[in-house]
C-alpha cells in the first residue's frame, strides 16, 4: 500500500476533505512567510527610527526628512508623523489652549496605532482558524474512512486484516494531513501574536514618550514671558 494508492482509492468524501487540508496548509505557509517577512521589517524599521529619533534631530527637520522620503513609511514613522502633523496644525491654527494642542496630538497618534496594529494583525486569525479546524476536519475524514471500511467488511463473509487495513490506513492519512496542516499554524499564531503584542507595546510607549516631549514643549512655549 502506497500513499498515491491509498489516495487514488479512496472515497469523494475523504479526498475532499484531504484537497481542504492541502488547500488550508499551502495558505497557511503563504501566510507565515509574508507575516514573517512584515514582522521582521517593522521591527528592523523601529529600531532604525529610534536610533534617528533619540539622535538629537530636530523634531521638524527629522518631519521634513520623513516627507520627503519616498519609501513608504511604517511603524513609529507613521505614528510620529501622525502627532507632528496634528501639534503643527492645532499650533498654526492659533489653537490658544495647551490641553487642546495634546489631545488632538494625542488621538492622531491612537489612530496611527490602530491603523499599525491592524495591518500587523492582518491574517493571524485565519492561522488560529486553520490551527484549530484543520484536526477536526482530518478527524471526520478519519470517521467517514473508518465508516466505509466496516461497510466494507459487512460485505466479505471472512473478514482479516489486509481487507480493513487499507480503509484504516485511508482514515488515519487525513489525521496526520490534519496536524500537519496545523501545527505549524500554530506554532506560528502564537510566535507572531507574541511579536506583535511586543511591537505595539512599543508603540505605546513611543506615543507616550513623544507625548512627553511635545507638551513640554507646547508648555514651555505658553509660559514664556510677553515682550514689553
Same mark, same amino acid.
Given at each position: 500500500?502506497?500513499?498515491?494508492?491509498?489516495?487514488?482509492?479512496?472515497?469523494?468524501?475523504?479526498?475532499?476533505? *484531504? *484537497?481542504?487540508?492541502?488547500?488550508?496548509? =499551502?495558505?497557511?505557509?503563504?501566510?507565515?512567510?509574508?507575516?514573517?517577512?512584515?514582522?521582521?521589517?517593522?521591527?528592523?524599521?523601529?529600531?532604525? %527610527?529610534?536610533? @534617528? %529619533?533619540? #539622535?538629537?534631530?530636530?523634531?521638524?527637520?527629522?518631519?521634513?526628512?520623513?516627507?520627503?522620503?519616498?519609501? !513608504?513609511?511604517?511603524?513609529?514613522?507613521?505614528? %510620529?508623523? $501622525?502627532? %507632528?502633523?496634528?501639534?503643527?496644525?492645532?499650533? #498654526?491654527?492659533?489653537? #490658544?489652549?495647551?490641553?487642546? =494642542?495634546?489631545?488632538?496630538?494625542? @488621538? $492622531?497618534?491612537? +489612530?496611527?496605532?490602530?491603523?499599525?496594529?491592524?495591518?500587523?494583525?492582518?491574517?493571524? !486569525?485565519?492561522?488560529?482558524?486553520?490551527?484549530?479546524?484543520?484536526?477536526?476536519?482530518?478527524?471526520?475524514?478519519?470517521? +467517514?474512512?473508518?465508516?466505509?471500511?466496516?461497510?466494507?467488511?459487512?460485505? +466479505?463473509?471472512?473478514?482479516?486484516?489486509?481487507?480493513?487495513?487499507?480503509?484504516?490506513?485511508?482514515?488515519?492519512?487525513?489525521?496526520?494531513?490534519?496536524?500537519?496542516? $496545523?501545527? !505549524?499554524? =500554530?506554532? $506560528?499564531?502564537?510566535?507572531?501574536? #507574541?511579536? =506583535?503584542?511586543? *511591537?505595539?507595546?512599543?508603540?505605546?510607549?513611543?506615543?507616550?514618550?513623544?507625548?512627553?516631549?511635545?507638551?513640554?514643549?507646547?508648555?514651555?512655549?505658553?509660559? @514664556? !514671558?510677553?515682550?514689553?
Amino acid at each position: 500500500m502506497s500513499i498515491w494508492s491509498l489516495i487514488s482509492n479512496s472515497s469523494w468524501v475523504v479526498l475532499l476533505v *484531504l *484537497l481542504m487540508l492541502i488547500a488550508a496548509s =499551502v495558505a497557511s505557509w503563504v501566510m507565515i512567510v509574508q507575516r514573517g517577512l512584515l514582522i521582521r521589517n517593522a521591527q528592523q524599521s523601529m529600531l532604525e %527610527f529610534e536610533d @534617528r %529619533f533619540w #539622535s538629537g534631530m530636530d523634531l521638524s527637520q527629522l518631519f521634513r526628512e520623513l516627507q520627503d522620503n519616498a519609501s !513608504p513609511d511604517e511603524g513609529l514613522e507613521n505614528i %510620529f508623523k $501622525a502627532g %507632528f502633523r496634528e501639534f503643527s496644525r492645532l499650533r #498654526s491654527l492659533g489653537t #490658544s489652549e495647551a490641553d487642546a =494642542v495634546m489631545e488632538g496630538t494625542q @488621538r $492622531a497618534m491612537r +489612530v496611527a496605532i490602530s491603523r499599525e496594529q491592524e495591518k500587523l494583525e492582518t491574517h493571524l !486569525p485565519f492561522l488560529a482558524s486553520v490551527g484549530s479546524t484543520c484536526p477536526y476536519v482530518g478527524l471526520f475524514g478519519t470517521v +467517514v474512512g473508518i465508516m466505509n471500511s466496516f461497510r466494507g467488511l459487512a460485505q +466479505v463473509q471472512q473478514a482479516t486484516l489486509a481487507s480493513v487495513a487499507p480503509g484504516i490506513a485511508e482514515a488515519l492519512m487525513t489525521t496526520a494531513v490534519g496536524l500537519v496542516a $496545523a501545527i !505549524p499554524a =500554530v506554532v $506560528a499564531y502564537n510566535r507572531y501574536a #507574541s511579536r =506583535v503584542d511586543a *511591537l505595539l507595546a512599543s508603540y505605546e510607549t513611543f506615543a507616550d514618550e513623544f507625548h512627553s516631549i511635545l507638551h513640554r514643549k507646547v508648555h514651555s512655549r505658553s509660559n @514664556r !514671558p510677553e515682550a514689553g
